[in-house]
Protein backbone atom coordinates (compact mmCIF):
# COMPACT_ATOMS: atom_id res chain seq x y z
CA UNK A 1 0.00 0.00 0.00
CA UNK A 2 2.31 2.54 -1.25
CA UNK A 3 0.19 5.54 -0.40
CA UNK A 4 0.83 4.47 3.33
CA UNK A 5 4.50 4.18 3.64
CA UNK A 6 4.70 6.46 6.41
CA UNK A 7 8.37 6.49 6.47
CA UNK A 8 10.25 8.07 9.43
CA UNK A 9 13.92 9.54 8.63
CA UNK A 10 17.16 10.55 10.90
CA UNK A 11 20.11 11.06 10.67
CA UNK A 12 22.80 8.98 13.19
CA UNK A 13 26.02 7.79 13.26
CA UNK A 14 26.96 9.41 9.92
CA UNK A 15 24.29 7.66 7.88
CA UNK A 16 20.92 8.32 7.54
CA UNK A 17 18.10 5.64 8.62
CA UNK A 18 14.65 5.27 6.81
CA UNK A 19 11.68 2.66 8.06
CA UNK A 20 8.56 2.44 6.23
CA UNK A 21 5.55 0.30 5.87
CA UNK A 22 4.10 -1.98 3.39
CA UNK A 23 2.08 -4.63 2.42
CA UNK A 24 4.12 -7.89 2.29
CA UNK A 25 1.50 -10.66 0.34
CA UNK A 26 -1.11 -9.78 -2.04
CA UNK A 27 -4.29 -11.49 -0.38
CA UNK A 28 -7.06 -12.78 -2.45
CA UNK A 29 -9.47 -9.83 -3.34
CA UNK A 30 -6.84 -7.00 -2.69
CA UNK A 31 -6.46 -5.21 -5.99
CA UNK A 32 -3.25 -3.96 -7.32
CA UNK A 33 -2.45 -1.41 -5.59
CA UNK A 34 -2.35 -2.58 -2.70
CA UNK A 35 0.02 -5.73 -3.39
CA UNK A 36 4.01 -5.87 -2.38
CA UNK A 37 5.00 -3.75 -5.79
CA UNK A 38 3.73 -2.41 -8.72
CA UNK A 39 4.64 -4.94 -11.07
CA UNK A 40 3.22 -7.88 -8.98
CA UNK A 41 2.23 -10.73 -11.25
CA UNK A 42 0.07 -13.16 -9.96
CA UNK A 43 -0.53 -16.53 -8.17
CA UNK A 44 -2.22 -14.55 -5.45
CA UNK A 45 -0.26 -15.09 -1.79
CA UNK A 46 -1.66 -15.79 1.10
CA UNK A 47 1.27 -17.20 3.05
CA UNK A 48 3.82 -15.02 5.03
CA UNK A 49 3.69 -11.67 7.05
CA UNK A 50 0.92 -9.88 6.03
CA UNK A 51 2.82 -6.30 6.36
CA UNK A 52 6.11 -5.00 7.60
CA UNK A 53 8.40 -2.62 8.65
CA UNK A 54 11.13 -2.22 6.58
CA UNK A 55 15.05 -0.53 6.46
CA UNK A 56 17.13 1.69 3.79
CA UNK A 57 19.85 3.59 4.71
CA UNK A 58 21.98 6.11 2.88
CA UNK A 59 25.23 7.85 3.12
CA UNK A 60 23.68 11.52 1.79
CA UNK A 61 19.43 11.10 1.90
CA UNK A 62 19.73 10.69 -2.13
CA UNK A 63 21.06 7.55 -2.69
CA UNK A 64 19.28 4.43 -0.60
CA UNK A 65 20.33 0.99 -0.34
CA UNK A 66 18.27 -1.90 0.91
CA UNK A 67 19.88 -4.28 2.46
CA UNK A 68 19.46 -8.31 2.96
CA UNK A 69 18.81 -8.96 6.34
CA UNK A 70 17.62 -12.66 6.11
CA UNK A 71 15.09 -11.73 8.74
CA UNK A 72 11.54 -12.52 7.38
CA UNK A 73 10.98 -15.17 4.36
CA UNK A 74 8.45 -13.50 2.22
CA UNK A 75 6.77 -13.65 -1.52
CA UNK A 76 7.12 -14.33 -4.03
CA UNK A 77 9.89 -16.78 -3.79
CA UNK A 78 9.92 -17.11 0.02
CA UNK A 79 13.44 -16.08 0.86
CA UNK A 80 14.86 -14.52 3.69
CA UNK A 81 16.60 -12.16 1.07
CA UNK A 82 14.83 -8.58 1.76
CA UNK A 83 14.68 -5.63 4.29
CA UNK A 84 11.82 -6.68 6.56
CA UNK A 85 13.19 -5.81 10.40
CA UNK A 86 9.64 -6.11 11.95
CA UNK A 87 7.00 -8.50 10.36
CA UNK A 88 2.74 -8.00 10.87
CA UNK A 89 4.14 -4.28 12.12
CA UNK A 90 0.53 -3.32 9.94
CA UNK A 91 1.01 0.52 8.19
CA UNK A 92 2.33 3.44 10.11
CA UNK A 93 4.37 2.41 12.84
CA UNK A 94 7.59 5.00 13.43
CA UNK A 95 11.00 4.08 14.49
CA UNK A 96 13.59 7.04 15.93
CA UNK A 97 16.51 6.61 17.89
CA UNK A 98 16.17 7.83 21.42
CA UNK A 99 19.83 9.52 22.86
CA UNK A 100 18.52 9.08 26.23
CA UNK A 101 18.66 5.13 26.01
CA UNK A 102 20.82 4.38 23.41
CA UNK A 103 18.29 2.24 21.49
CA UNK A 104 15.91 2.53 18.82
CA UNK A 105 12.58 3.05 19.55
CA UNK A 106 9.41 1.97 17.55
CA UNK A 107 5.95 2.79 18.02
CA UNK A 108 2.91 2.12 16.37
CA UNK A 109 0.39 -1.13 15.32
CA UNK A 110 1.09 -4.34 17.77
CA UNK A 111 3.97 -6.94 16.92
CA UNK A 112 3.30 -8.09 20.22
CA UNK A 113 0.51 -9.97 19.51
CA UNK A 114 0.51 -13.07 17.25
CA UNK A 115 -0.01 -12.70 13.10
CA UNK A 116 -3.80 -14.72 13.53
CA UNK A 117 -5.20 -11.96 16.91
CA UNK A 118 -4.07 -8.85 14.74
CA UNK A 119 -7.59 -8.79 12.83
CA UNK A 120 -9.49 -9.60 15.91
CA UNK A 121 -7.19 -6.87 17.62
CA UNK A 122 -7.66 -4.24 15.48
CA UNK A 123 -11.07 -3.92 15.93
CA UNK A 124 -10.81 -3.40 19.22
CA UNK A 125 -10.89 0.51 20.01
CA UNK A 126 -6.82 1.53 20.77
CA UNK A 127 -5.71 -2.13 20.73
CA UNK A 128 -3.08 -2.10 18.34
CA UNK A 129 -1.08 0.16 19.16
CA UNK A 130 2.58 -0.69 20.86
CA UNK A 131 6.11 0.02 21.99
CA UNK A 132 9.41 -1.73 21.58
CA UNK A 133 13.08 -0.99 21.43
CA UNK A 134 15.91 -2.48 19.99
CA UNK A 135 19.78 -2.55 20.43
CA UNK A 136 20.74 -2.10 16.40
CA UNK A 137 17.29 -0.77 14.64
CA UNK A 138 17.02 -4.29 12.72
CA UNK A 139 16.63 -7.07 15.08
CA UNK A 140 16.29 -8.11 18.46
CA UNK A 141 12.82 -5.68 19.07
CA UNK A 142 12.27 -6.12 22.71
CA UNK A 143 10.11 -4.72 25.78
CA UNK A 144 7.59 -4.85 23.45
CA UNK A 145 4.98 -2.99 25.64
CA UNK A 146 1.50 -2.41 24.93
CA UNK A 147 -0.21 1.56 24.51
CA UNK A 148 -3.40 0.89 24.59
CA UNK A 149 -3.82 3.23 27.45
CA UNK A 150 -3.38 6.15 24.66
CA UNK A 151 -6.65 5.39 23.64
CA UNK A 152 -6.13 6.19 19.64
CA UNK A 153 -7.46 4.98 16.53
CA UNK A 154 -3.29 4.77 14.99
CA UNK A 155 -4.66 4.97 11.37
CA UNK A 156 -1.87 7.31 10.56
CA UNK A 157 1.68 8.14 10.48
CA UNK A 158 2.58 7.18 13.87
CA UNK A 159 6.08 9.19 15.93
CA UNK A 160 7.82 9.46 18.88
CA UNK A 161 10.60 11.21 20.05
CA UNK A 162 12.41 12.14 23.25
CA UNK A 163 12.42 15.48 24.80
CA UNK A 164 15.76 16.28 26.74
CA UNK A 165 14.06 19.35 28.06
CA UNK A 166 10.84 18.13 29.18
CA UNK A 167 13.11 14.73 30.45
CA UNK A 168 9.84 12.77 28.28
CA UNK A 169 8.93 10.57 25.28
CA UNK A 170 5.60 12.27 23.18
CA UNK A 171 4.14 9.74 20.90
CA UNK A 172 1.87 11.55 18.12
CA UNK A 173 -0.75 9.68 16.48
CA UNK A 174 -4.51 9.89 15.27
CA UNK A 175 -7.47 10.44 16.98
CA UNK A 176 -11.24 10.11 15.59
CA UNK A 177 -13.98 12.62 16.98
CA UNK A 178 -17.20 11.91 15.27
CA UNK A 179 -19.39 14.25 17.64
CA UNK A 180 -20.63 18.09 16.84
CA UNK A 181 -17.73 19.46 16.31
CA UNK A 182 -17.03 17.16 13.23
CA UNK A 183 -19.55 18.94 11.27
CA UNK A 184 -16.91 22.04 11.58
CA UNK A 185 -12.99 20.62 12.29
CA UNK A 186 -13.88 17.74 10.61
CA UNK A 187 -13.24 13.91 12.09
CA UNK A 188 -9.77 12.65 11.73
CA UNK A 189 -7.50 14.93 14.60
CA UNK A 190 -3.66 14.37 15.58
CA UNK A 191 -2.99 13.34 19.42
CA UNK A 192 -0.41 13.68 21.45
CA UNK A 193 0.61 11.10 24.77
CA UNK A 194 3.44 11.47 27.19
CA UNK A 195 5.38 8.85 29.22
CA UNK A 196 8.51 8.96 31.54
CA UNK A 197 10.15 5.65 30.55
CA UNK A 198 8.67 4.75 26.80
CA UNK A 199 6.21 2.22 28.60
CA UNK A 200 3.87 3.57 30.47
CA UNK A 201 1.46 5.94 28.06
CA UNK A 202 -1.03 8.90 29.13
CA UNK A 203 -4.06 8.89 27.75
CA UNK A 204 -3.69 11.16 23.96
CA UNK A 205 -4.83 14.64 23.73
CA UNK A 206 -5.88 16.08 21.09
CA UNK A 207 -3.23 19.07 19.81
CA UNK A 208 -4.15 19.48 15.50
CA UNK A 209 -7.52 19.55 14.01
CA UNK A 210 -8.05 20.77 10.76
CA UNK A 211 -11.89 21.91 8.77
CA UNK A 212 -14.91 19.65 8.11
CA UNK A 213 -13.39 18.78 4.88
CA UNK A 214 -10.11 19.24 5.26
CA UNK A 215 -8.99 16.91 7.83
CA UNK A 216 -5.70 16.58 9.71
CA UNK A 217 -4.37 12.83 8.79
CA UNK A 218 -1.57 13.18 10.67
CA UNK A 219 1.18 15.45 12.24
CA UNK A 220 5.59 14.79 12.12
CA UNK A 221 7.04 16.90 14.65
CA UNK A 222 10.87 18.00 14.04
CA UNK A 223 12.46 19.35 17.72
CA UNK A 224 16.09 21.19 16.21
CA UNK A 225 18.88 19.36 18.09
CA UNK A 226 20.27 22.65 19.17
CA UNK A 227 19.81 26.44 19.85
CA UNK A 228 16.36 26.35 20.07
CA UNK A 229 14.42 27.19 23.13
CA UNK A 230 12.52 24.41 25.37
CA UNK A 231 9.36 23.13 24.01
CA UNK A 232 10.23 24.76 20.18
CA UNK A 233 9.02 22.05 16.84
CA UNK A 234 8.70 22.76 13.80
CA UNK A 235 6.54 20.24 12.43
CA UNK A 236 4.54 19.05 8.92
CA UNK A 237 1.13 19.08 8.76
CA UNK A 238 -0.79 16.80 6.77
CA UNK A 239 -4.61 17.23 5.68
CA UNK A 240 -6.57 14.98 3.86
CA UNK A 241 -9.74 16.51 1.40
CA UNK A 242 -12.65 14.64 1.90
CA UNK A 243 -15.15 16.49 0.21
CA UNK A 244 -16.43 17.41 -3.72
CA UNK A 245 -17.01 20.94 -3.04
CA UNK A 246 -13.14 21.31 -1.93
CA UNK A 247 -12.62 23.07 1.35
CA UNK A 248 -12.27 26.53 2.44
CA UNK A 249 -8.35 26.30 2.73
CA UNK A 250 -8.38 25.24 -0.83
CA UNK A 251 -11.09 25.86 -2.91
CA UNK A 252 -11.12 23.64 -5.21
CA UNK A 253 -13.25 20.90 -6.14
CA UNK A 254 -10.68 18.03 -7.86
CA UNK A 255 -8.39 18.13 -4.63
CA UNK A 256 -11.31 15.63 -3.44
CA UNK A 257 -8.74 12.43 -2.05
CA UNK A 258 -5.64 14.81 -1.69
CA UNK A 259 -3.53 14.76 1.20
CA UNK A 260 -1.54 18.02 1.19
CA UNK A 261 1.32 19.12 3.56
CA UNK A 262 1.45 22.27 5.64
CA UNK A 263 4.12 24.12 8.10
CA UNK A 264 3.45 23.78 11.31
CA UNK A 265 5.02 25.59 14.47
CA UNK A 266 4.75 24.62 18.66
CA UNK A 267 5.62 26.29 21.22
CA UNK A 268 4.50 23.61 23.86
CA UNK A 269 6.40 20.25 23.20
CA UNK A 270 3.56 19.58 20.51
CA UNK A 271 0.93 19.99 23.12
CA UNK A 272 -1.06 22.52 20.30
CA UNK A 273 0.54 23.29 16.70
CA UNK A 274 -0.13 26.78 14.70
CA UNK A 275 -0.66 26.43 11.02
CA UNK A 276 2.09 29.09 9.88
CA UNK A 277 0.40 29.17 6.45
CA UNK A 278 -2.79 27.63 6.31
CA UNK A 279 -4.44 26.31 2.90
CA UNK A 280 -0.74 26.95 1.38
CA UNK A 281 1.35 23.58 0.33
CA UNK A 282 5.15 23.43 2.50
CA UNK A 283 6.04 20.34 0.10
CA UNK A 284 3.46 20.88 -3.32
CA UNK A 285 2.82 17.54 -4.89
CA UNK A 286 4.65 16.63 -8.03
CA UNK A 287 3.96 16.57 -11.59
CA UNK A 288 1.37 13.62 -12.50
CA UNK A 289 2.65 10.52 -12.48
Not at 269 to 281: E, S
Request: net charge negative; with cysteine; aromatic share 12%.
Amino acid sequence: AWWNTNPSVFHHNGSYHMYYTSNIVCEAGRRAGMCPHSGWEGPVETTGPHTGLLYAHSPDGVKWQKPSLGLFSAPPNHSKANNIVLANAALGNGVFYDTNSGLFRQFGHSVCEAASEMETAHARHGGTLAVSSSADGISNWTQCTSAATMDCEGDTTNNALWDGDAQRYFAFTRIDNGGASAKTLGTRREARSVSADFRTWSKAEEVLHGEADYEAYAAVPFKPPVGARPGFYLGLGMFYNITAGGSTAWNTSADRGKVYCELLRSTTYGANWTRLAPGQPFIPHGGAG
